[in-house]
């Protein structure tokens, strides 16, 4: 006898607890070995108060069986409610977000008949790190956090996977043509590791027009790394053009744990009337199998679900009267799946019971510590009806002895001293200060008695980002225009 699997499972809100109790059927009919320990998150929570979605009994469980099968969830809008997925994501450190996306023409509609892809997404930092101010009444930021180490770990991940199962290409997708630094480390760390895998092909795409090919020509691509916000967008295009998001399941990997999950939301707005897809879920629940070492329970699965497409058995916003033979309600096609356990597809590819070829994750090591070397810093005002940018610039850049106002900005563009364009409506400026002589080194203890200095002058900072060099390459961007 097997031993069964710990599992945590949440039924979710909206159409999740119909889809996964149709999941959970198939589940147990193909012969899942499974031990499930079952939570509550989402807005019934929220609602009690907990503002991260989930109580700490349900983190228990998570913890311990180190497997979260989840359905889709509702998180209510504003007033500091966190999304529960990337809470999830972060502490547990699922850093791999993993979408297979199949086109399974002609029985489901889609533009693109030809299509087998897998996006493989950067789970934990970028812009969803969700740091975020607001600085002025005008203006806000979220600051975009790219490292080394997490670069590195889902490069490595998308070309371990690639490796593992057969698959031929790795494609990154960035926008360092725009963000030279962030993206530009991202896609320099891809470069140097494709050169490990030389039995793959490897290759890089600005992100709109990675997004138009996928949306275009997907057949181009096999596996696909990129980072956190342009996986999001890019696997639900991907998804879409597949021809139906709920067709669609996702693994998050962590290196000491997983969650599983459709691509598609709660869709509140059919709940309760038994006629949701459950094939995301049910999808998510096969990569959960694969996952716990059950391959053969989860081909068995993906055949009967393949089968079953086959025949023509569609819920309703996938059916199509020129090939479905049946709509379908949420019950009738589990059941269907069910009835066809153990049968192989005529059409589709038959997913085999093979054991996997070993992922070697080594553990990331830090960069190098380079010289770092402290060249200056942009100093960030709230400046407003105090006059133009002429009047701030002749009064900050009398406030320093030691170092010198070399250029002001509003949002990146230059606006002082040689401004190519008038942009003077706002209130948001940044204030790079570097040595008033080129060659003595500047120190913390004068950006101290600048920033005082501002103080006493009655300017106020709302932000300040120290200026350093490594290893004599600058560690900063000039403004546009400068």
């Known amino acids: 006898m097997t031993k069964k699997s710990p599992i945590t ?50 983190w228990e469980s998570i913890q311990r069986t180190k497997c979260f099968l989840k359905a889709p969830i509702s998180t209510p809008q504003g007033g500091g409610f966190k999304s529960l997925n990337v809470t999830v994501r972060k502490s ?50 979220c600051l975009k956090l790219i490292s080394h180490t997490g670069s590195e770990r889902i490069v490595r991940y998308a070309f371990e996977y690639a490796r593992a199962h057969g698959r031929k290409k790795v ?14 480390l991202f896609h320099r760390i891809f470069d140097t590791v494709a050169k490990e895998y030389p039995e793959l092909t490897a290759n890089h795409m600005i992100v709109d027009i990675g997004a138009a090919k996928i949306a ?3 057949h181009l691509f096999d596996v696909v790394v990129t980072e956190n916000l342009y996986g999001d967008i890019l696997s639900d295009i991907a998804a879409e053009v597949s021809g139906s998001v709920g067709l669609c399941g996702s693994a998050n990997i962590g290196k000491h744990g997983a969650m599983f999950e459709a691509v598609h939301g709660s869709a509140p707005d059919i709940a309760g009337q038994n006629i949701a897809n459950p094939s995301g879920l049910l ?83 830090m960069p190098k510590r380079g010289l770092k070397k402290l060249e200056g810093v942009d100093v960030f005002v709230d400046w407003r009806d105090r006059g133009n940018v002429a009047e701030l ?28 364009a008038k942009s003077e409506q706002g209130d948001h400026w940044r204030c790079r200060f570097t040595p008033a002589n080129d060659t003595a080194p500047v120190t913390h203890e004068q950006i101290i008695q600048l920033l005082q200095s501002f103080l006493k002058a009655g300017v106020e900072v709302i932000k300040t980002e120290n200026l350093y060099s490594f290893d004599g390459v600058r560690g900063f961007t000039v403004a546009q225009g400068q």
Not at 97 to 102: A, D, E, K, L, S
Request: hydrophobic letters at 40%; aromatic letters at 4%.
């Open 283 to 365: 999808n998510a629940a096969v990569l959960m199998l694969q996952h716990l070492g059950q391959t053969e329970v989860a081909a068995k699965i993906q055949n009967a679900w393949l089968a079953t497409i086959e025949d023509g058995i569609h819920t309703g916003e996938i059916f199509n009267p020129q090939v479905s033979a049946k709509r379908a309600n949420t019950t009738e096609f589990s059941d269907a799946v069910i009835e066809r356990l153990g049968k192989l597809p005529k059409y589709f590819p038959a997913m085999v019971a093979s054991e996997e070829k070993q992922m070697k994750l080594p553990d990331i090591q």
């Open 171 to 184: 494609t990154c997708i960035s926008k360092d043509n725009i963000m030279k630094m962030t993206d530009g």
């Open 216 to 218: 275009a020509a997907p």
């Open 9 to 58: 499972v949440a039924h979710g809100d909206g159409i999740g607890p119909e889809i996964m109790v149709a999941t959970l059927k198939i589940l147990e009919a193909a012969g899942a070995q499974l031990e499930i320990e079952t939570i509550e998150i989402g807005e019934k929570v929220y609602k009690r108060g907990v503002m991260s979605g989930i109580e700490d009994k349900s």
């Open 393 to 420: 610039a002749g009064q900050v850049k009398s406030l320093s002895n030691s170092l010198k106002l070399s250029s002001i900005d509003s949002r990146g563009l230059l606006v002082w001293p040689e401004a190519i």
């Open 92 to 141: 547990m450190a699922l850093y791999a977000n993993v979408r297979p996306c199949i086109s399974y023409h002609p029985y489901v509609r889609t533009t693109q008949p030809v299509m087998n892809m897998v996006i493989v997404r950067e789970n934990e930092e970028d812009l969803y790190a969700g740091i975020e101010h607001q600085q002025t009444d005008n203006v806000v930021q």
